[in-house]
T-cell receptor
Framework: NAGVTQTPKFRILKIGQSMTLQCAQD?????MYWYRQDPGMGLKLIYY???????DKGEVPNGYNVSRSTTEDFPLRLELAAPSQTSVYFC????????????FGDGTRLSIL | QKEVEQNSGPLSVPEGAIASLNCTYS??????FFWYRQYSGKSPELIMS????GDKEDGRFTAQLNKASQYVSLLIRDSQPSDSATYLC???????????FGTGTSLTVIP
């Protein structure tokens, strides 16, 4: 039972590079979320999705894009990486009944140099 | 004004004592409230949710909600060293699917 799987776990990017953070869940959850967590800070919502084909912006969407072509996958795309995007990124999922982030992935630690 | 505010701590309690963690929120019409536990270097895990005024108990954990005061708390009875973690308060906005997290309170249980 994998739950929420994020890849990669660590990554170092140069300024201006692009990359995709992968997130997959095997619980058939409709709701999926992307958060970033800066040191000593709470979680900030980047994007969320309420089902395949439906995505919406959170608090801090600038510099990111998402897609949700299947229920299982919710990749996060960083275009033109900037040092301000250095953070730990968490993907989470939740079922339609509870409508909340119930299960989190292990996180991706991203550094932009 | 922050949506969700927590005392960052650190809060230290001796083993076996009651740990009390507090959270205030600014959106008066918020309906759903959650506590997550996050061990150092790990991802958050959901431990409690509360939707109505009053207390909700789950094992050694009790969540308390007072909507009039816009205040939610988490009590941990018989605290154990394994409870040492950062506790995040989260509030779901009434108008959408956004969750606002506090910055967390660091708890250390001293054996």
């Amino acid at each position: 039972n994998a739950g929420v799987t994020q890849t990669p776990k660590f990554r170092i990017l140069k300024i201006g590079q692009s990359m995709t953070l992968q997130c997959a869940q095997d619980m058939n959850h409709n709701y999926m979320y992307w958060y970033r967590q800066d040191p000593g800070m709470g979680l900030k919502l980047i994007y969320y999705s309420v089902g395949a084909g439906i995505t919406d912006k959170g608090e801090v969407p600038n510099g990111y894009n998402v897609s949700r072509s299947t229920t299982e996958d919710f990749p996060l795309r960083l275009e033109l990486a900037a040092p301000s995007q250095t953070s730990v990124y968490f993907c989470a999922s939740g079922d339609s009944y509870s409508n909340q982030p119930q299960h989190f992935g292990d996180g991706t630690r991203l550094s932009i140099l | 004004q922050k949506e969700v505010e927590q005392n960052s701590g650190p809060l230290s309690v001796p083993e076996g004592a009651i740990a009390s963690l507090n959270c205030t929120y600014s959106d008066r019409v918020s309906q759903s409230f959650f506590w997550y536990r996050q061990y150092s270097g790990k991802s958050p895990e959901l431990i409690m949710s509360i939707y109505s005024n009053g207390d909700k108990e789950d094992g050694r954990f009790t969540a308390q909600l007072n909507k009039a005061s816009q205040y939610v708390s988490l009590l941990i009875r018989d605290s154990q060293p394994s409870d040492s973690a950062t506790y995040l308060c989260a509030v779901k906005s009434y108008t959408g699917n956004q969750f606002y997290f506090g910055t967390g309170t660091s708890l250390t249980v001293i054996p």
